[in-house]
Every structure is written in structure tokens, then in C-alpha cells.
């Protein structure tokens, strides 16, 4: 085989500049790619194909989440009520419904929804001091 590179293949030349080099001199070394034997010869792997699984399981973030709020010592009843009206814009009927699950069932679900979306819910909960948790639907 000769020196010369196949046909269409280029061949380039990578520049470096010698930052040791003294004041007022312009050094520089030459450094050339392997050649094409060289990459030829050397053993290299293909990408091997990864397939999706072949599952029914939905991802974690696609689930619906729920917001639940608990029952605490704390809050007044009242609060409650104003807390899941201004976060959630629920009339009052349908917050006073919710906190009175809350005081006689110790729990209820305010919220569902995405992940993140319920994440931040819980926060806000938090927020207010009100005790709040995530579960999956």
C-alpha cells in the first residue's frame, strides 16, 4: 500500500505551538494523524442495538400522583378551609367537604396529577403548615 490516502479520504495536520519556548521564538511541531493503515488495522467494537424493554409499566413520572393532607393538632378548621380554597380554588363547600375528611378520617386527597405538578402542591401545603404527603394513585 502507498503512502498516498485512499481516495476521498484526507489526511490533516494538527499544529501545535510549544508554550515553553523562549521570548522571540517562533517554534512549532508538526504532529500528523495515524495514518491509514494504522486506523485500518485497529480493532473497533459497532454499537451494539439496545432495545426497549417490552414492559406495561408506565413510567413513574407519568403516574398519577395524589396530594393527601393529614389531620394535625395545629390548624383550625377554619384555616384549613381557607388554605385549600386559595391554593386550590375550591368553593367553599368543596373545602369545607375535603377538611372535614381531613378532621373525622384523619386524611383526604386534595390534589392528582403529574409528579412534579403534585410535588409542588405538597409544597405549597407545606407552606401554610399544613401536613401533606404524595402517593401514587
Not at 2 to 20: K, T
Not at 30 to 40: A, N, R
Not at 87 to 102: D, K, S
Request: net charge negative.
Amino acid at each position: 500500500m502507498s503512502d498516498q490516502p485512499a481516495e476521498g479520504i484526507e489526511v490533516y495536520a494538527v499544529i501545535r505551538l510549544d508554550l515553553q519556548r523562549e521570548p522571540g521564538h517562533a517554534m512549532a511541531a508538526t504532529e500528523v494523524l495515524p495514518s491509514l493503515e494504522e486506523v485500518e488495522s485497529s480493532t473497533t467494537t459497532a454499537p451494539h442495538r439496545i432495545d426497549a424493554p417490552d414492559t406495561d409499566e408506565v413510567d413513574d413520572i407519568q403516574r398519577p400522583w395524589q396530594v393527601v393532607v393529614w389531620n394535625d393538632p395545629v390548624n383550625l378548621m377554619s384555616y384549613v378551609v381557607y388554605v385549600l380554597r386559595k391554593l386550590f380554588g375550591f368553593p367553599e363547600e368543596e373545602a369545607t367537604r375535603l377538611m372535614l375528611a381531613v378532621h373525622h378520617e384523619g386524611r383526604a386527597v386534595v390534589a392528582s396529577g403529574p409528579r412534579e405538578k403534585s410535588e409542588l402542591d405538597c409544597y405549597r401545603l407545606h407552606h401554610h403548615g399544613l401536613w401533606a404527603t404524595l402517593e401514587k394513585a
